[in-house]
C-alpha cells in the first residue's frame, strides 16, 4: 500500500514536562502526580531519570511526517512553557514559532533560526496565530510584568524586539487562553 505524503512536511514538537509512559512503566510504579516518590523520578531504563526545567525537556524538535524521524533537535534556554508551538505560513515563507521569554520563529525544515523576540513575562501560556501578514503572540506578564500582546510583521530576521513588531498592547487582557483569528479579527479571552 502506498502512502500518501507530502514531502519535506514536519511536525514540530517541543518536549517541556511531559511523560509518555509504556508497557516498561506498569502503574504501580506510577502511583501518583510526579512519580512514585512525587520528584518526577522513575526507574527505568527506557525514560530519563530526571525531568525539570534544566533537564531532558528544554528543546524543539521536527520529526518526519511519514518516518517519524527526528530532522533537527534545537537547545532551548527557556523554562518551562506551555504554549503550542505554531507553524505560520506567512506571505513569505513557512516559520516554526515557539514561545516563551524570547519567542523564536525557526526554519521547520532546516531547524535554522530566523529571528527572535524579547516578550517579557515568566511563563508563557497561549499559543500563537496568524494569517499572511502578522503572527499574534503574547505573554500573560508577571508579578512585575504586564501582559502583552505583540503583532509581528511577515519576513522578520535576527532580533525583531526593535523592529519586527506592527503594533504591541500592554492592555489587551491576555492570559492564559490563546488568542482566535478568525476572519480577520483578533478574539482574546
Known amino acids: 500500500m502506498k502512502q500518501n505524503s507530502k514531502p519535506g512536511l514536519v511536525f514540530p514538537v517541543v518536549i517541556t514536562v511531559v511523560l509518555i509512559t509504556t ?3 506498569q502503574k504501580q510504579n506510577w502511583t501518583q502526580f510526579r512519580g512514585p516518590d512525587g520528584n518526577m523520578v522513575v526507574a527505568s531504563a527506557n525514560l530519563p531519570e530526571k525531568w525539570s526545567n534544566d533537564t531532558n525537556v528544554i528543546w524543539t524538535a521536527a520529526l518526519d511526517a511519514v518516518s517519524g524521524d527526528e530532522k533537527w533537535r534545537i537547545k532551548r534556554d527557556e523554562k518551562t512553557t506551555y504554549s503550542t508551538p505554531y507553524i ?7 516559520e516554526l514559532v515557539t514561545c516563551g521569554k ?3 520563529s525557526y526554519d521547520p525544515e532546516t531547524g535554522k533560526l530566523l529571528w527572535e523576540l524579547k516578550t517579557g513575562g515568566d511563563m508563557v501560556i497561549p499559543s500563537p496565530v496568524g494569517n499572511e501578514e502578522l503572527l499574534f503572540l ?3 506578564g508577571g508579578r512585575d510584568t504586564k501582559a502583552k500582546l505583540f503583532a509581528i510583521k511577515a519576513g522578520g530576521n535576527g532580533d525583531i524586539t526593535a ?3 506592527a503594533w504591541m498592547s500592554e492592555e489587551s487582557g491576555l492570559g492564559n487562553p490563546s488568542p482566535l483569528l478568525f476572519k480577520d479579527r483578533l478574539y482574546v479571552i
Open 102 to 104: 524570547t519567542a523564536r
Open 88 to 94: 505560520w505560513r506567512n506571505k513569505m515563507r513557512t
Open 23 to 25: 508497557s516498561c512503566t
Open 138 to 140: 503574547g505573554n500573560p
Open 163 to 165: 523592529t519586527g513588531v
